[in-house]
């Protein structure tokens, strides 16, 4: 049975499943078959005799995960191995010890915090809306994670750069008043059930003593997960011993706003001197064209959890090229998505294998919108849909309720945007952002509404509140049909752990990814993790997209995320006839890259003024001069021509043409410009 068990693994698996009982920490990337790894690990343990089975506990952190640990230890001949998450494994083991070492029975868990939360927030006065509560909830729950009591609870926020709903002070006497309501209520919230746990394993020495003799090993998934208080419940199940496996990737660190912290991770060989340590690189999952992507956008990555970079490796044959697109806005952005997964649903691929991946909620409902549109069915993992979400609500009746009076006869005309931005304080419309959170969210989705209406006022001069009103009507009874299986649109935080064939990565402009209150090194590295994240859940296929405009005709004012700077081709900005795939002088296909550059058939004659031909290489031959390049890395002779050609007027007219991304434009564009105007 042992041998059964390494084969078909590859020599880093190998090295991982057979090491002797003790300390091993398996770093694996993404892709790389890590929960194999550990599931033949367990098994071989057991087989071997090194372990009975009923000595072993297996933790992760959600329960899909340890059900799918299970489910493969059973195909393994190890039924009864125990996989739970954090919390799971603490329940079972407080049930047990509680009567015995506190007395009574186990305190009932609380399934839902926002009562109490409410209750501690209506005393002191710090505000009791959803958004609010939700951020002070979580608030409790990243100082809970990070061992962190009330009294230290200023401090603390200041020292790792919080960004509180409320004054510091404030939200400390909240989660003070929290903590004391739920003690005479004889009530434990999660985090308690792993502090119980700890208290008890450390203060009574028979209970510590009776559970070390039952459990000898321990074996933590995505360590790099783990926070303060799990390292701490870690420890108490030990109690100095070091049968420990851990399987983590410092490259995946994305929780540190909920107290997650790589630190463990990272200094497991320091602790354990004697371990064995294993990398899993060969990647299973993605393309080699995914692959170079994800080794790219890590390749960046500063600071300690540089050292211990994974370099993938792909083992899956070829597959398609990765394609990047600008956008002149996020409509047209969402639209070009929309027609890309009908044509892949079209051509066989199921729509549950193809995903919309975006950095916050409120960037959904372009892509509920352009779904629905084209007809294509969907479903929104990790979050509501966007015409479902409570402030949306009440943002569509505060605008039905504003229309009438402002849309009757003799009324002053008013300007829609201005009058929308009016119409949506009173639901939760500031001036200044919020810090991040619940509440920053809630402003986001708010905010995509204001853009709406100024698509709605672009496009029907004079639109009033009932137009905006009724727009939002249709759109709500659009996207609300019933859940069916479909393309998925989620965060990215929601898409981690999971994959699909195709994956579409949009929105990636600055400001958004990373996204804007990221300001530390290390909260634009966790931005980073972020984008690596999303590029591993992809298979064979992923689409990179940016939108210069947040609104349709709006101000091109964006540019493409930091992270994609020598990764993303310049070339990046379809024309008009690239994207319809047709010639503009004759409406015949397409069929090459320099065809679609010129946005003409190769037969058909150029229009090109050649002293404008002869100006630009002119000017093009002394900046490669200045610059001591060769010429084309300047401009190509298609890109030349197809200036010449099309005799951009502005700024967008140059973004328009292929060959001229953003940071080209800063170079060149006013030079070009004027070259182009001196020959009219």
């Known amino acids: 049975m042992s041998a059964e068990l390494l084969a078909g693994l590859d020599e880093g698996q190998r090295l991982a499943v057979q090491a002797p009982s003790g300390p091993v920490c398996v770093l694996a990337g993404a892709g790389t078959g890590k929960t194999r790894t550990i599931t033949h690990r367990i098994a071989r343990l057991v087989a071997t005799g090194a372990h009975p089975v009923s000595e ?21 001949g190890v039924p009864g ?65 990070s061992l962190v009591a009330p009294d230290d609870y200023v401090a603390a926020a200041g020292r790792h750069h919080r960004d509180t709903p409320v ?18 209520s004889e009530q434990l919230d999660f985090d308690d059930l792993l502090l119980h746990t700890c208290a008890v394993l450390e203060d009574d020495e028979d209970v510590a003593r009776e559970f070390r003799a039952r459990y000898r090993c321990f074996v933590v998934d ?89 370099r993938l490796t792909a083992a899956l044959p070829p597959g398609p090229p990765v394609r990047y697109t600008e956008h002149p806005d996020e409509p047209t952005e969402a639209r070009a998505v929309a027609e890309q997964a009908a044509a892949l649903i079209a051509g066989g691929m199921p729509a549950s294998e193809i995903a919309v991946l975006y950095r916050i909620n409120a960037q959904s409902e372009a892509y509920e919108q352009s779904m629905a549109a084209a007809g294509v069915p969907y479903v929104v993992r990790g979050g509501e849909r966007f015409f479902a979400r409570p402030e ?26 201005t009058a929308v931005r009016e119409v949506l304080v009173p639901v939760g419309l500031t001036a200044e952002p919020p810090p991040a959170g619940s ?18 006022a672009a496009a029907v001069p004079g639109a009033g509140l009932a137009d905006l009103a009724a727009e939002l009507e249709q759109r709500a009874e659009a996207q609300h049909a019933p859940t069916v299986d479909g393309v998925t649109l989620a965060s990215l935080h929601a898409a981690k752990g999971l994959e699909w064939d195709a994956v579409f990565l949009v929105g990636l402009s600055e ?71 047709r010639c503009r002088v004759c409406g015949g296909p397409l069929t090459d890259a320099t065809q679609a550059k010129l946005g003409r058939c190769e037969q058909c004659p150029s229009n090109a003024d050649p002293d404008l031909v002869d100006a630009l290489r002119d000017w093009r031959r002394r900046r490669s001069g200045e610059a001591g390049v060769p010429a084309y890395v300047v401009f190509s002779d298609a890109t030349l021509l197809a200036i010449a050609e099309r005799r951009p007027a502005d700024d967008a007219a140059l973004l328009a043409i292929p060959g001229i991304g953003r940071s080209k434009l800063d170079a060149y564009g006013r030079d070009v410009l004027s070259v182009v105007s001196a020959t009219d």
């Open 56 to 76: 072993i506990l297996a933790v992760t952190f959600t329960t899909r995960a340890a059900g799918e640990m299970r489910s493969r230890l059973r195909g393994l």
């Open 81 to 145: 191995a125990q996989a739970r998450t954090f919390h799971s494994a603490a329940l079972k083991q407080l049930r047990y010890f509680w009567p015995r070492s506190v007395g009574g029975p186990l305190w009932p868990v609380l399934e839902q915090k926002m009562r109490l939360v409410a209750m501690a927030s209506r005393r002191v006065g710090a505000g009791t809306d959803t958004a609010t509560l939700r951020d002070l909830a979580g608030e409790i729950e990243w100082a809970k994670a």
């Open 167 to 184: 004054a510091a002070e404030l939200a400390a006497r909240v989660f003070a008043g929290y903590e004391e309501l739920k003690r005479e």
């Open 222 to 310: 995505e360590y790099q997960d783990v926070t303060p208080l799990q390292q701490r419940l870690l420890d108490a199940w030990l109690g100095g011993r070091d049968q420990l496996t851990v399987v983590g990737d410092a490259n995946q660190t994305i929780y540190s706003f909920a107290g997650a912290s790589p630190t463990y991770l990272l200094g497991f060989a320091s602790r354990y001197p004697e371990a064995t340590v294993v990398k899993l690189e060969r990647d299973y999952r993605s393309t080699p064209q995914v692959v170079t992507v994800a080794n790219q956008v890590i390749a960046g990555a500063q600071g300690r959890a540089a050292r211990l970079r994974l």
């Open 392 to 417: 949306v609500r009440q943002a569509m009746v505060a605008v039905r309720r504003a229309a009438a009076p402002a849309d009757a006869p003799g009324a002053e005309p008013v300007d829609l945007v």
């Open 439 to 456: 509440l920053r969210e809630r402003w986001d989705n708010l905010l995509a509404l204001v853009s709406l209406a100024e698509e709605v």
């Open 511 to 581: 400001g958004t990814l990373p996204i804007q209150h990221a300001e530390t090194p290390d909260e634009i590295e966790e931005e980073r993790r972020l984008l690596y994240v999303g590029v591993t859940r992809a298979r064979t296929r992923l689409a990179v997209s940016w939108s210069l405009s947040r609104s349709e005709g709006g101000r091109r004012t964006r540019r493409r995320s930091r992270f994609l700077t020598g990764i993303a081709p310049e070339s990046s900005v379809p024309s008009r006839a690239a994207r319809s795939g």
